[in-house]
């Protein structure tokens, strides 16, 4: 163990010193400066019956809230918590304490009298995963075998006063640190199957330094598992800002599968806003799957880490509570961690059917007449067992649906992309081949005799053998928002390419990735238009991912090859130049040989 430099400023400074007050009256030193945190008088009735989420404050252990562990679910820079045997303002009243960056947990004690935490935001009991197990691990407080996996970790170099610790358990005694280290340059850390946590500050990101095993593909003909109108998955509407989380695994999807390919759906919203779809239950996710108005059903693709249990986990975000909405979700497919599935080979995106011109297909598709083309004997091999790509509606007559799949079904029971009529919309895929390296495509109408275009855009195939990449699922992360100065800065400008990294920092993706999946999201354009995402930096694209309208925040979901320097390229192509729309493209995972 290093000894603490008495010298600095950091907060978290050597952390047996932050442990102060676990072995008897101590001050709690800030830069030199004697801090203590008065109590409210005895005596005070209690705020409120017993919740499961509380704010900072100083709590009745017992009246305002109850003993057990909790945790904050958002990072907060220096949350300061304490438990207390009284109310006095002594020293001798704290039981222990602990000041964090990042996420924090403690467990409160049944003996507890009171419990105070300053800066910290909301406590809650529910202690599911913030980030998913082989995410690369920020700063904070997690729990191990929730959050994190046992392993070996790794920082990156050139640290100052990297202090971290593996925990028996969150009380915040010393007792429970299992061991701990306080390093500068780099540090190596393996956290072991019996740790109940591990805490480390100033030391940036951790990664495994054994690469997790990656997953292949196994596809489904597509099945509904949610629909929450009729209590499959899930019963009764969803309400605004409260994540319900349904089971994925235990029917066609086994146990042992790591992440999904599905398609979302959203209908009867009473409000506009997005849903989330994660493997960790978010009551305000700052990240989007699918962006809706009200009154208009809505459809994205989605390729998602799957949650402890085998579970997903939706939250319906409105501008405001008390809103609802109905959702459904059909998987497509699910990745398991071995070599029994099939791996993934990237494409630049290619048009395969465009029935406008006679690609693929020739004339506009019937309503409720199902139509098959072939996808194998190009660019996409005969042993294809799957593609990933983009299907496309225009021109269509009526509102309705478009299904894809590997069989023919003139009347299907899930659906692919949804849309009304006169509003040109797309809707990523990972789909399973038919028999002859062929897909289906049905336009459902509500009646008979209306017509639509249909447009597909291949952007990769998996095959039944070692010879592409596999999937590492990651929990949903931001790499770019030209709003706010992630990953580029200020709008796009229309027909003008421009290119950003998707590898280093928080984003998960290692340099060696071939292909990403994540979601693309167009916001505040001037002019209707589609945008094109792809390895290659193109002004003038000859295939769109994201068709929109003005004024319309859409979403959809990708898969797509990663160019050279670990680059993605982004064109907003609007009817004339001069048009700007803002970009954000969250990540959900990766592939990689």
């Known amino acids: 163990m290093k000894s603490c430099v008495a010298s600095s400023l950091r907060i978290r400074a050597c952390q047996v010193v932050a442990r102060l007050l676990a072995h008897g009256p101590a001050a709690f030193l800030v830069a030199g400066l004697t801090v203590m945190l008065i109590g409210p008088a005895a005596g005070l009735a209690a705020a409120a019956s017993p919740a499961i989420a509380f704010a900072d404050g100083t709590h009745v252990v017992g009246a305002d809230i109850q003993p057990g562990t909790y945790r904050t679910r958002v990072g907060s820079d220096y949350c300061y918590w304490e438990r207390l045997s009284g109310f006095g303002g002594t020293l001798d009243e704290t039981i222990a304490n602990d000041i964090t960056v990042g996420p924090a947990v403690v467990t409160i004690s049944a003996s507890d009298v009171g419990f105070s935490s300053t800066n910290c935001g909301t406590w809650t009991d529910d202690l599911s995963a913030i980030i998913s197990p082989w995410s690369p691990i920020p700063e904070g407080t997690f729990i191990v075998g929730t959050d994190i996996l046992p392993g070996s970790y790794r920082t990156g170099t050139g640290l100052d006063g990297c202090y971290w610790q593996r925990l028996s358990g969150f009380g915040g005694t010393l007792g429970e640190i299992i061991a701990n280290d306080f390093t500068d340059g780099s540090a190596i850390v393996t956290i072991s199957p019996s740790d109940r946590g591990f805490s480390s500050s100033n030391c940036g990101t951790w990664t495994n330094v054994v690469a997790p095993p990656g997953s292949t593909y196994h596809a489904l003909t597509p099945t509904r598992i949610l629909d929450s109108r009729y209590g499959t998955g899930l019963s009764g509407a969803f309400s605004s800002h ?333 009817p004339t130049l001069g048009p700007t729309a803002h970009v954000i493209l969250d990540v959900t995972g990766y592939f990689a040989p």
């Open 242 to 574: 409260v994540a319900r989380t349904f089971t994925v695994t235990g029917g066609i999807v086994p146990s042992n599968a790591t992440a999904v390919t599905g398609n979302l759906t959203v209908t009867g919203q009473s409000s506009l806003g997005f849903l989330f779809v994660g493997p960790v239950a978010m009551n305000n996710p700052t990240s989007s799957t699918l962006n809706f108005p009200s009154g208009d059903d809505r459809a994205n693709a989605v390729t998602v880490a799957l949650g402890a249990g085998g579970t997903l986990s939706v939250t319906y975000a409105a501008p405001t509570l008390g809103q609802s909405a109905q959702v459904i979700f059909d998987v497509t497919g699910y990745f398991t961690p071995d070599a029994s599935g099939a791996t993934y080979h990237s494409l630049t995106p290619a048009r395969l059917l465009d029935s406008r011109y006679g690609t693929g297909l020739s004339g506009a598709f019937s309503s409720h007449v199902a139509r098959t083309f072939t996808v194998t004997g190009g660019i996409v091999p005969s042993n294809a067992t799957a593609v990933t790509g983009n299907l496309t509606v225009t021109g269509q007559s009526s509102l309705g649906f478009l299904f894809v799949g590997p069989v023919a079904m003139n009347n299907p029971t899930s659906s692919t992309l949804n849309f009304p009529s006169g509003d040109d919309r797309a809707n990523a895929v990972t789909v399973a081949l038919g028999a002859g390296g062929t897909l289906s495509v049905t336009y459902a109408a509500p009646t008979l005799g209306q017509s639509a275009q249909v447009i597909f855009d291949v952007t990769g195939y998996f095959t039944p053998d070692a010879s592409g990449a596999s999937y590492f699922p990651l929990t949903p992360t931001r790499i770019l928002d030209s709003r706010y100065g992630t990953g580029l800065a200020a709008a796009f400008s229309s027909h003008v390419a421009r290119t950003f990294g998707t590898s280093g920092g928080t984003s998960g993706v290692p340099a060696s990735a071939t292909a990403i999946t994540g979601n693309l999201t167009v916001t505040q354009q001037t002019s209707l238009g589609f945008l094109y995402l792809g390895p290659n930096a193109t002004d003038s694209p000859t295939s769109s991912t994201l068709n929109f309208p003005k004024g319309d925040d859409r979403a959809n979901a990708v898969t797509v090859a990663i160019g050279a320097g670990a680059t993605l390229s982004v064109t907003y192509a609007a």
